[in-house]
């Protein structure tokens, strides 16, 4: 048996109850809860599932503000009233900076102001493709519908990037090892053989003086490479989204052999998804662009959207400005020609999104199993080459000592 903790809403009294079971899964915990009469919220492993806790991080992560989402849209859809919910969520909440951001919002609200307008305010914790759709909703009449359809594209985006960083933990951990292996060689190790080699006299290898050479340098930029290094992450991370670091960033990281075209079809799927989720929620095409086209999180994409943005705004078809396949994938062009033809442009970018999800899956998949040998072949190389360069001159001792 396995301990859960479970929140559920009770439509009853419209009240969040939290509370910890014993159960053979999830399933079975999801089944006692409908039993009860109670909608369930979230069912997590006890010890494993996400914690808002106080005193966390202040920057609210895309994961916290996924699981925030699909409550807040369980919580609305189950016919509770937006103030009463937003005050629910308030109280549950105990990320500080999300839970600020909400007790603002709920003041807004029952001032009178819409929640789109309300969660504007706050762009750093509230996404973009959130208060789009929470705009649309409103607009629409259809608020309960925006808020799923913006949970549902959140968890797959918070997915996706689960599925990436998974890929590439392996092969950063073995790259990260080997090369402390060698610095620590090179600084430590060496440097021991150096004197024995200086002892005994004569001409030495050239890998062996190559090394000695390294290992002199390394001992003298070690600390300025350590400082430029905490330096640059201080400044990379107040500048890493500037407009002039992206505009030279993102072209090349496109350019980049293998991972640019696995680049490009994440920026793609992004933007694509919630552009179809904000034309099948009512938001016009130009404004569904604007909103959607950050979300590629890659300038290069993303100016390219706006330019399309700019033809729709002159009467042009969408898929004439991407037809040209030089920033957007030709299939997209296709398939927006497609949309556009039948009136279903949402369809389309949905299956244009799946697509690439398939195939940013399979290709990380791949590049996984390909980066793991060369990543240990390349270090196996790197700490061999140096052990080498050490050990060559004791073939040659006796001839030294004679």
């Known amino acids: 048996m396995a301990r859960f903790e479970v929140r559920a809403l009770d439509p009853k009294d419209q009240r969040i109850i939290t509370e910890r079971t014993q159960a053979s899964d999830e399933d079975e915990v999801r089944a006692?809860?409908?039993?009860?009469?109670?909608?369930?919220?979230?069912?997590?492993?006890?010890?494993?599932?996400?914690?808002?806790?106080?005193?966390?991080?202040?920057?609210?992560?895309h994961g916290d503000m996924s699981v925030f989402v699909r409550m807040f849209a369980t919580i609305v859809s189950a016919g509770v009233p937006i103030m009463r919910a937003l005050e629910m969520m308030?109280?549950?909440?105990?990320?500080?900076?999300?839970?600020?951001?909400?007790?603002?919002?709920?003041?807004?609200?029952?001032?009178?102001q819409?929640?789109?307008?309300?969660?504007?305010d706050h762009p750093k914790v509230f996404p973009p493709l959130?208060?789009?759709?929470?705009?649309?909703?409103?607009?629409?009449?259809?608020?309960?519908?925006?808020?799923?359809?913006?949970?549902?594209?959140?968890?797959?985006?918070?997915?996706l990037a689960s599925d990436i960083k998974s890929a590439a933990t392996y092969p950063v951990v073995v790259l990260c090892v080997g090369v402390a292996a060698a610095i620590g060689m090179l600084l430590f190790v060496l440097p021991i053989f150096t004197t024995m080699f200086a002892d005994l006299?004569?001409?030495?290898?050239?890998?062996?003086r190559v090394a000695i050479a390294l290992s002199d340098v390394l001992k003298v930029a070690i600390a300025p490479l350590v400082v430029a290094g905490v330096a640059f992450g201080?400044?990379?991370?107040?500048?890493k989204n500037d407009d002039a670091v992206r505009a030279k960033l993102d072209p090349a990281l496109l350019r980049l052999p293998i991972f640019g075209s696995l680049i490009r079809r994440i920026a793609v799927a992004r933007?694509?998804?919630?552009?179809?989720?904000?034309?099948?929620s009512g938001v016009p095409l130009v404004t569904a662009i604007e909103k959607s086209a950050p979300t590629a999180n890659n300038k290069v994409i993303a100016d390219a959207l706006m330019a399309a943005r700019e033809h729709v705004e002159l009467g042009r078809p969408m898929s004439d400005h991407l037809s040209d396949g030089n920033h957007i994938p030709t299939l997209v062009s296709q398939m927006v020609r497609a949309g556009e033809e039948s009136g279903a442009i949402d369809d389309m970018l949905v299956k244009v999104s799946d697509f690439y999800d398939q195939q940013i899956?399979?290709?990380?998949?791949?590049?996984?199993?390909?980066?793991?040998?060369?990543?240990?072949?390349?270090?196996?190389?790197?700490?061999?080459?140096?052990?080498?360069?050490?050990?060559?001159?004791?073939?040659?001792?006796?001839?030294?000592?004679?």
């Not at 109280?91 to 603002?104: G, K, S, V």
């Not at 933007?271 to 099948?280: H, P, Y």
Request: proline share 4%; net charge neutral.
């Open 271 to 280: 933007a694509t998804r919630v552009l179809a989720v904000m034309l099948s």
């Open 32 to 61: 006692s809860l409908q039993l009860r009469g109670l909608t369930v919220l979230r069912i997590s492993p006890v010890g494993t599932g996400l914690q808002m806790q106080i005193g966390g991080p202040k920057r609210v992560k």
């Open 361 to 402: 899956e399979s290709t990380t998949k791949q590049l996984s199993s390909i980066l793991e040998p060369i990543l240990i072949v390349v270090v196996g190389a790197l700490i061999g080459g140096l052990i080498v360069a050490m050990y060559m001159p004791m073939f040659a001792v006796f001839d030294l000592i004679q």
């Open 234 to 239: 201080f400044w990379w991370r107040s500048h």
């Open 201 to 208: 006299g004569g001409e030495l290898p050239l890998p062996t």
């Open 130 to 159: 959130l208060v789009s759709q929470v705009s649309s909703g409103e607009a629409g009449g259809f608020l309960e519908q925006a808020l799923l359809s913006a949970a549902d594209t959140m968890e797959k985006q918070v997915k």
């Open 114 to 120: 819409s929640l789109s307008a309300a969660m504007t």
């Open 90 to 112: 308030t109280a549950e909440t105990t990320h500080p900076t999300l839970r600020e951001a909400l007790e603002d919002v709920c003041g807004k609200v029952e001032a009178g």
